[in-house]
């Protein structure tokens, strides 16, 4: 009795955050596209981004791509090898972290994929990048990640300019899975699907999300896709956070005037 | 004193037909190519009494590297006979007072497109390969700025994929001539247009071999005793064309690479691609004392 009295306080669990970034800041010209944004994402996390067109989703997604440089902020992931801000790396460092440690998918597959390559290479240049180097293993593993992705195997060496929207978007999510990033970045990949095809192509992220635990950040301007994908939301507008919350709580208990009359706008 | 005294007799121009900055300037860019193995270095490509496409880049660079003492042999597809040979060696000739030569034994500098000799070249010789386009990335990537970047980066995967499409789509690699190879384990050239026959023949050669595109204007070299590792599959071997049991009907002599001919009824006969080869070996067979150098492939190909 007195021996179970004596126990310690239980430490609580801590996780450290995969992704931070903080104070993010970016002017294109006199366009304000970001200002003082931050945001965390923990492993295995989903975090939405919504918000209206131009309201500096897409940026602040590219910034966490490596594509663009802020004009001021930190950024770290937390991952084995990695230290400091990942926005002091140079062009070579950036497109070796992009290469091996992040995938994304773009809104428009064309942005993504090579089109005149076939699809299954389209994923094996991912691997040829990070330097497997023997053609059985680059044809199974190229395989499997479509495989995961759900794509028709079947039309695996087909082009994806002869495919159809939606499995375009799943050539690009088996590019961006192929090497088991720590970080999946989606980009609107379901705008300009249509509903049914989207249901999939969301089904099948689902899927990989609970199979694989890859920790997600997906931007959309469609409260549908995020609710359905995401743990927490972030909303944007004018380029910076007015909102940020548990996915449920932003729905249902939208805090700014923003986000309520975003929610309610909804058809 | 007169000021003629001082100066050098007219000439009508200048030792081996470039003026002497030209030179300079392509010994400077010769050099660099030299230091960097396989890095493509860009230079004022100069207009010589020839069409851009037809070996200028190869034309000048011999130019800058002739001698008087010099001796030249000029290979078209093999041949030292074809026009294309016969009129640039002529011109090379005329403009540097180089005695010419067939034999590749004898010369010291051979320019050549299509082909490496098959008899090993020696440390004393350089050869000069004309080459169309010396990009070997540029259809995987038709920009030619981020070309340079995926250079710098060593950014190769893409001909990779090419090559793992070929397989995809034939079941073997389709790439016949300028087949890719990583000279010195750093940069990817494209050895343009001879056949994959010829590009393990660049392997550890003791030879200086410079190649080099007039109307790209860029020349890169493979030094003596530079590595340079055709891109493969590590569980696809590199494969040469299967010429090793092939039959000159002209020489009768077989395991070299060959030249198809058609014939009228369908068939074909096959002769040596290298023509001088092919002469040395007749001229053997009729009792001639010919010196026949030892070849690359000696005992060397699978029968």
């Given at each position: 009795?007195?021996?179970?009295?004596?126990?310690?306080?239980?430490?609580?669990?801590?996780?450290?955050?995969?992704?931070?970034?903080?104070?993010?800041?970016?002017?294109?010209?006199?366009?304000?596209?970001?200002?003082?944004?931050?945001?965390?994402?923990?492993?295995?996390?989903?975090?939405?981004?919504?918000?209206?067109?131009?309201?500096?989703?897409?940026t602040l997604?590219?910034?966490?791509?490596?594509?663009d440089?802020?004009?001021s902020?930190d950024?770290?992931?937390?991952?084995?090898?990695?230290?400091?801000?990942?926005?002091d790396?140079?062009?070579?460092?950036?497109?070796?972290?992009?290469?091996?440690?992040i995938?994304?998918?773009?809104?428009?597959?064309?942005?993504?994929?090579l089109?005149?390559?076939?699809?299954?290479?389209?994923?094996?240049?991912?691997l040829?990048?990070?330097?497997?180097?023997?053609?059985?293993?680059?044809?199974?593993?190229?395989?499997?990640?479509?495989?995961?992705?759900?794509?028709?195997?079947?039309?695996?060496?087909?082009?994806?300019?002869?495919?159809?929207?939606?499995?375009?978007?799943?050539?690009?999510?088996?590019?961006?899975?192929?090497?088991?990033?720590?970080?999946?970045?989606?980009?609107?990949?379901?705008?300009?699907?249509?509903?049914?095809?989207?249901?999939?192509?969301?089904?099948t992220?689902?899927?990989?999300?609970?199979?694989?635990?890859?920790?997600?950040?997906?931007?959309?301007?469609?409260?549908?896709?995020?609710?359905?994908?995401?743990?927490?939301?972030?909303?944007?507008?004018?380029?910076?956070?007015?909102?940020?919350?548990?996915?449920?709580?932003?729905?249902?208990?939208?805090?700014?005037?923003?986000?309520?009359?975003?929610?309610?706008?909804?058809? | 004193?007169?000021?003629?005294a001082?100066?050098?007799?007219?000439?009508?121009?200048?030792?081996?037909?470039?003026?002497?900055?030209?030179?300079?300037?392509?010994?400077?860019?010769?050099?660099?190519?030299?230091?960097?193995?396989?890095?493509q270095?860009?230079?004022?490509?100069?207009?010589?009494?020839?069409?851009?496409?037809?070996?200028?880049?190869?034309?000048?660079?011999?130019?800058?590297?002739?001698?008087?003492?010099?001796?030249?042999?000029?290979?078209?597809?093999?041949?030292?006979?074809?026009?294309?040979?016969?009129?640039?060696?002529?011109?090379?000739?005329?403009?540097?007072?180089?005695?010419?030569?067939w034999?590749?034994?004898?010369?010291?500098?051979?320019?050549?497109?299509?082909?490496?000799?098959?008899?090993?070249?020696?440390?004393?010789?350089?050869l000069?390969?004309?080459?169309?386009?010396?990009?070997?990335?540029?259809?995987?990537?038709?920009?030619m700025?981020?070309?340079?970047q995926?250079?710098?980066?060593?950014?190769?995967?893409?001909?990779?994929?090419?090559?793992?499409?070929?397989?995809?789509?034939s079941?073997?690699i389709?790439?016949?001539?300028?087949?890719?190879?990583?000279?010195?384990?750093?940069?990817?050239?494209?050895?343009?247009?001879?056949?994959?026959?010829?590009?393990?023949?660049?392997?550890?050669?003791?030879?200086?071999?410079?190649?080099?595109?007039?109307?790209?204007?860029?020349?890169h070299?493979?030094?003596?005793?530079?590595?340079?590792?055709p891109?493969?599959?590590?569980?696809?071997?590199?494969?040469?064309?299967?010429?090793?049991?092939?039959?000159?009907?002209?020489?009768?002599?077989s395991g070299?690479?060959?030249?198809?001919?058609?014939?009228?009824?369908?068939?074909?006969?096959?002769?040596?691609?290298?023509?001088?080869l092919?002469?040395?070996?007749?001229?053997?067979?009729?009792?001639?004392?010919?010196?026949?150098?030892?070849?690359?492939?000696?005992?060397?190909?699978?029968?």
């Open positions: 009795m007195t021996a179970a009295l004596a126990l310690e306080p239980p430490q609580l669990m801590t996780t450290p955050p995969l992704l931070t970034l903080r104070g993010v800041s970016r002017r294109y010209g006199d366009v304000i596209a970001l200002q003082d944004v931050s945001a965390t994402v923990y492993p295995a996390e989903v975090l939405g981004i919504v918000g209206e067109s131009g309201s500096g989703k897409s997604l590219r910034m966490m791509h490596l594509e440089s802020p004009d902020g950024y770290r992931l937390a991952l084995p090898g990695l230290s400091g801000n990942l926005f790396l140079d062009r070579f460092a950036r497109r070796m972290l992009r290469a091996t440690r995938g994304i998918v773009y809104q428009n597959p064309h942005q993504g994929l089109m005149s390559h076939t699809s299954s290479g389209n994923v094996a240049e991912r040829l990048i990070a330097g497997e180097r023997s053609f059985g293993a680059l044809r199974a593993r190229a395989r499997d990640a479509l495989d995961a992705s759900e794509f028709p195997l079947e039309r695996m060496d087909a082009r994806p300019i002869e495919l159809s929207g939606g499995m375009q978007q799943r050539v690009q999510l088996a590019k961006a899975i192929a090497l088991e990033p720590a970080l999946l970045l989606l980009d609107e990949p379901t705008t300009g699907l249509d509903v049914s095809v989207q249901a999939l192509v969301l089904d992220l689902k899927r990989l999300q609970r199979d694989r635990a890859i920790t997600m950040v997906i931007v959309s301007h469609d409260l549908g896709v995020i609710r359905t994908m995401a743990d927490r939301v972030m909303v944007m507008r004018r380029g910076r956070v007015v909102e940020e919350g548990l996915a449920d709580q932003v729905f249902q208990d939208p805090q700014h005037a923003y986000t309520q009359q975003l929610v309610h706008a909804k058809l | 004193m007169t000021l003629a001082l100066t050098r007799p007219w000439e009508p121009m200048s030792y081996g037909f470039l003026d002497a900055s030209a030179k300079r300037e392509l010994r400077r860019k010769m050099l660099k190519a030299i230091a960097v193995p396989g890095c270095m860009p230079y004022a490509s100069r207009e010589v009494p020839m069409a851009r496409g037809w070996g200028t880049g190869g034309l000048q660079v011999t130019l800058t590297l002739l001698r008087p003492s010099s001796v030249v042999k000029v290979i078209d597809q093999g041949a030292d006979d074809s026009v294309n040979a016969a009129s640039i060696r002529s011109f090379l000739t005329k403009v540097s007072g180089a005695r010419e030569t034999d590749t034994l004898e010369a010291t500098i051979i320019q050549s497109r299509h082909r490496i000799p098959e008899e090993r070249l020696r440390a004393d010789q350089v000069v390969l004309q080459v169309p386009n010396p990009e070997p990335l540029r259809p995987v990537q038709p920009d700025s981020v070309a340079r995926m250079h710098a980066d060593a950014d190769y995967g893409r001909l990779w994929l090419v090559l793992y499409e070929q397989i995809v789509r079941g073997r389709m790439e016949g001539a300028a087949y890719p190879a990583l000279v010195n384990g750093r940069h990817v050239m494209t050895p343009s247009p001879i056949p994959r026959w010829d590009v393990p023949k660049l392997h550890m050669a003791p030879h200086l071999t410079f190649l080099s595109a007039g109307r790209e204007k860029r020349l070299a493979v030094p003596p005793f530079t590595r340079v590792e891109l493969v599959f590590s569980d696809v071997p590199y494969q040469v064309e299967d010429h090793a049991n092939l039959t000159c009907h002209r020489s009768g002599v070299y690479f060959m030249n198809e001919i058609p014939q009228g009824d369908g068939t074909s006969r096959f002769e040596l691609s290298d023509s001088h092919g002469i040395k070996a007749i001229r053997r067979a009729e009792g001639a004392a010919m010196a026949v150098g030892p070849t690359w492939y000696d005992g060397k190909l699978p029968r």
